[in-house]
């Protein structure tokens, strides 16, 4: 199945990509942005049938290699079993 | 209105960051893992409350500064207008 992760800073932590993002919009005429957060998504393909089994897996690769958790929130999409966020 | 726009490369386009987290994931033991395709996500407040116009606006802004139309796909997502995908 096809797993998607979002993987975005932590609503606390400061985000210069986003921040500088927001600056070239608005030196094009974008005068009416407000706040931009830049994250991450990453999708991959897992050999796993079991939805529970894909979700347990993938958590456990954004502890370990996908997300900083120290400044990092991370959410997991499954395919069809999860509303849209 | 808070606005989603996923940037990601074109299917046909080489994913060097994908194939990383890839090799990353199988060198720490998860082995069932295929494709890997890393994208980007902006969220934006926009101050505008028509969603067709905030749409226009912010396709404008893809094609000005977010996305690489070369390589690029990007989709925009409204508050609870769009469906998932």
Redesign the interface.
Known sequence: MKVRV?V?LRAAVLDPQ?AA??Q??TD?G?D?????????????????TDPAQART?VE??CR???ANPVIEDYAITLPSTD??H
Chains 1, 2 share one sequence.
Do not use: H, W, Y
């Open positions: 979002d975005r986003g993002i927001r070239a919009l094009l974008f009416r942005v407000g706040e931009v957060r830049q994250g991450k998504v990453i999708e991959l393909e897992l050999d796993e897996t456990e690769m370990r290699l996908l509303p849209p």
